[in-house]
């Protein structure tokens, strides 16, 4: 039986994979060449992944973000934010995991986890010249125990202040 990581890790690569398969698979009229490259680049990660090589697939598809933005292509995926990455990875997983985590822990799927490292004070003297999307990277932090939530990670008072500055 497979344990949470690796159900995890499976779920980050699926999700990366489709998204990838999904804009090679589309006829976008882009750079052939570059396309084919990431093309073959996708078939190793996903080769890799195959072998439980999760490091080596993970590392071809970071490759796979760089590539695309070197090549200019403008309608290749971007690198998503940490915060959509863990909600697509946990939107991908939420269907394995309660296979094999404990009962105790599934009851705890859907309890909210804010572990708060900067204190709000710390934070707006830290950070008044960057932009708000920056600060939300910053207070994001993604679920402390391990095992995804269903619920949003971000307090609500750290939106309101994103959204006041």
């Given at each position: 039986?497979p344990?949470?990581?690796?159900?995890?890790?499976?779920?980050?690569?699926?999700?990366?994979?489709?998204?990838?398969?999904?804009?090679?698979?589309?006829?976008?009229?882009?750079?052939?060449?570059?396309?084919?490259?990431?093309?073959?680049?996708?078939?190793?990660?996903?080769?890799?992944a195959?072998?439980?090589?999760?490091?080596i697939?993970?590392?071809?598809?970071?490759?796979?973000y760089?590539?695309?933005?070197e090549?200019?292509?403008?309608w290749?995926?971007?690198l998503?934010?940490?915060?959509?990455?863990?909600q697509?990875?946990?939107?991908y997983?939420?269907d394995?995991l309660?296979?094999?985590?404990?009962?105790?822990l599934?009851?705890?799927?859907?309890?909210?986890?804010?572990?708060?490292?900067?204190?709000?004070?710390?934070?707006?003297?830290?950070?008044?010249?960057?932009?708000?999307?920056?600060r939300q990277?910053?207070v994001?932090?993604?679920?402390?125990?391990?095992w995804?939530?269903?619920?949003?990670?971000?307090?609500?008072?750290?939106a309101?202040w994103?959204?006041?500055?």
């Open positions: 039986m344990d949470a990581y690796k159900v995890m890790l499976d779920a980050e690569l699926r999700k990366a994979f489709d998204v990838w398969s999904g804009y090679l698979d589309a006829q976008t009229g882009e750079d052939l060449q570059g396309r084919a490259e990431l093309r073959s680049m996708l078939e190793s990660a996903h080769a890799a195959t072998e439980n090589e999760y490091a697939a993970r590392s071809w598809i970071a490759d796979m760089d590539e695309a933005q090549a200019g292509l403008p290749a995926p971007s998503p934010r940490p915060c959509e990455a863990d697509q990875v946990r939107d997983a939420k394995a309660p296979q094999v985590l404990p009962l105790g599934r009851d705890r799927l859907d309890d909210i986890a804010v572990p708060l490292y900067v204190t709000e004070h710390r934070l707006q003297q830290a950070t008044s010249s960057l932009d708000a999307a920056t990277d910053i994001y932090s993604p679920p402390a125990h391990g995804p939530s269903t619920s949003s990670t971000r307090p609500q008072h750290n309101n994103n959204a006041s500055r």
